[in-house]
Nanobody
Framework: VQLQASGGGLVQAGGSLRLSCTTS????????MAWFRQASGKEREFAAA???????YYADSVKGRFTISRDNAKNTVYLQMNSLQPEDTAVYYC????????????????????????WGQGTQVTVSS
């Protein structure tokens, strides 16, 4: 499974970007997908996740500003990022769950990096002040 992330770039504080994560896998709709991010010198952290049933989970730091969505017909997951701040600067990675149609509603499952075993190459987001 190959995941291709795109849409990153340089934006001023308060601006918006939309990241996309595409895959050739036709059964993407059966899996949870997530975006993680890693700032320079810091550990990778969870940003947002979406389940096969389109339930969503967000890190507190992005809640109300970021929106994750999926277009199953296009095998694509999006991350709409609004009101961007310099602290959002990071490499953003999309990822796919290892489990077919997960049924748990436990948020900890979807927010943990260990849940995901396929990762895209990352796309750089830089927010200037």
């Amino acid at each position: 499974v190959q995941l291709q992330a795109s849409g990153g770039g340089l934006v001023q504080a308060g601006g918006s970007l939309r990241l996309s994560c595409t895959t050739s896998e036709p059964t993407l709709f059966n899996y949870a997908m997530a975006w993680f991010r890693q700032a320079s010198g810091k550990e990778r952290e969870f940003a947002a996740a979406i389940t096969p049933s389109r339930s969503t989970y967000y890190a507190d730091s992005v809640k109300g500003r970021f929106t994750i969505s999926r277009d199953n017909a296009k095998n694509t997951v999006y991350l709409q990022m609004n009101s961007l701040q310099p602290e959002d600067t990071a490499v953003y990675y999309c990822s796919r769950d290892a489990t077919f149609r997960p049924t748990t509603k436990w948020a900890g499952y979807y927010t943990s990096s260990t849940t995901y075993n396929y990762w895209g190459q990352g796309t750089q987001v830089t927010v200037s002040s």
